[in-house]
């Protein structure tokens, strides 16, 4: 069982940045890739990045390539969002998911935390 907490939402104005954190529980967090997906309201769950066990491979959606950075510290059971040029389409819920294998789907995401809220005001 991995429980994961994400932490670090909150308000920042279009072109600021932010860093976002999912924080696991369970020794085996090393052994799952975990990606970030969004939900806006009105629209459906977005992939947002990705990131394989070891932190040496990611993957990113279009929409916030260049502008975000997926990384992991397995020492400190940690995933990290680091947002920057922040845009007012950014606004979302953003929730971190542990599974096998990194992917671009939901599906393959065992483990979901509970998200935090992004609001970027223009």
């Known amino acids: 069982q991995v429980r994961l907490v994400e932490s670090g939402g909150g308000l920042v104005q279009a072109g600021g940045s932010l860093r976002i954190s999912c924080t696991a529980s369970g020794r085996t967090f090393r052994s799952y890739a975990v990606g970030w997906f969004r939900r806006a309201p009105g629209k459906e769950r977005e992939f947002v990045a990705t990131?394989?066990?070891?932190?040496?491979?990611?993957y990113y959606a279009d929409s916030v390539k260049g502008r975000f950075t997926i990384s992991r510290d397995n020492a400190e059971n940690t995933v990290y969002l680091q947002m920057n040029s922040l845009k007012p389409e950014d606004t979302a819920v953003y929730s971190c998911a542990a599974g096998p294998f990194s992917s671009r789907l939901p599906g393959p995401y065992a483990y979901w935390g509970q998200g935090t809220q992004v609001t970027v005001s223009s």
């Open positions: 990131i394989n066990q070891s932190g040496g491979t990611t």
